[in-house]
T-cell receptor, first 112, second 112 residues
Framework: KQEVTQIPAALSVPEGENLVLNCSFTDSAIYNLQWFRQDPGKGLTSLLL?????REQTSGRLNASLDKSSGRSTLYIAASQPGDSATYLC???????????FGTGTRLTIIP | NAGVMQNPRHLVRRRGQEARLRCSPM?????VYWYRQLPEEGLKFMVYLQKENIIDESGMPKERFSAEFPKEGPSILRIQQVVRGDSAAYFC??????????FGPGTRLLVL
C-alpha cells in the first residue's frame, strides 16, 4: 500500500527566501508525481507533474525534482512571496491504477 | 472550456438525512474521481467511475455511501443517514482516459 509523507507539516519563512518542501513515498512503482497548491477553503491547483521517467520539472519560480529509487520528491520555491502562502500537497499515481495517493501537506506561510 | 463543476459548494445536513453531491466533469472527460478531505487530514481516494461503470471503489466506506456516473448528467456521490463524522470536503476530479486529473472546487459538507 502506497504511503506518502510530507515534511515539515508547517513552515514559516520571511519573504524573499528560497525554500524546499519534501515529499516521500514508500512504493517506487509510480506512474507520476504531482504537486498541488490548496488555499484555505478552496480546491486544488496543479503546480507541476513529473512523469516517472523524468527527474525534474520547472514552472516559473517552482522546480520539482523526483528521485524514484529513493522514493523522494522536492518542491523548490525561489524568491518566496506572500502570495505563495498556502498548503502544498504532493500526490503519487501508481502504475496500473488511476487513483492519486496524497500526502497530508505542508502549510507554508511567507512572512512579509 | 469550463473547469470541473461541483454543487452545492456548501451543504448542511442534520444527522440521519441524505446528502447528494454533484460533479460535472470537464468537457470531453469520461473519467470521474471522488476524494474526501477530513478536517486536518489529507485527501483520500474514494471511487473512480467511467460513464455507467464503477471502476475502483476501494476507498468507499462499506455502508451508506454510493456513487454513480450516468450516461447523461453529472456524477453523484450519495451519502445516506449522514453522521457527524461525514463532515468533510468532498472533491471531484475528471480526466480523459489515463491523463492528468483536474479538480473541482469541492463541496463542504457539515453535519449537525
Amino acid at each position: 500500500k502506497q504511503e506518502v509523507t510530507q515534511i515539515p507539516a508547517a513552515l514559516s519563512v520571511p519573504e524573499g527566501e528560497n525554500l524546499v518542501l519534501n515529499c516521500s513515498f514508500t512504493d517506487s512503482a509510480i506512474y507520476n508525481l504531482q504537486w498541488f497548491r490548496q488555499d484555505p477553503g478552496k480546491g486544488l491547483t496543479s503546480l507541476l507533474l513529473i512523469q516517472s521517467s523524468q527527474r525534474e520539472q520547472t514552472s516559473g519560480r517552482l522546480n520539482a525534482s523526483l528521485d524514484k529509487s529513493s522514493g523522494r520528491s522536492t518542491l523548490y520555491i525561489a524568491a518566496s512571496q506572500p502570495g505563495d502562502s498556502a498548503t502544498y500537497l504532493c500526490a503519487v499515481r501508481g502504475r496500473g491504477n488511476e487513483k492519486l495517493t496524497f500526502g497530508t501537506g505542508t502549510r507554508l506561510t511567507i512572512i512579509p | 472550456n469550463a473547469g470541473v463543476m461541483q454543487n452545492p459548494r456548501h451543504l448542511v445536513r442534520r444527522r440521519g438525512q441524505e446528502a447528494r453531491l454533484r460533479c460535472s466533469p470537464m468537457k470531453g472527460h469520461s473519467h470521474v474521481y471522488w476524494y474526501r478531505q477530513l478536517p486536518e487530514e489529507g485527501l483520500k481516494f474514494m471511487v473512480y467511475l467511467q460513464k455507467e461503470n464503477i471502476i475502483d471503489e476501494s476507498g468507499m466506506p462499506k455502508e451508506r455511501f454510493s456513487a454513480e456516473f450516468p450516461k447523461e448528467g453529472p456524477s453523484i456521490l450519495r451519502i445516506q443517514q449522514v453522521v457527524r463524522g461525514d463532515s468533510a470536503a468532498y472533491f471531484c476530479a475528471s480526466s480523459p482516459p489515463g491523463e492528468t486529473q483536474y479538480f473541482g472546487p469541492g463541496t463542504r459538507l457539515l453535519v449537525l
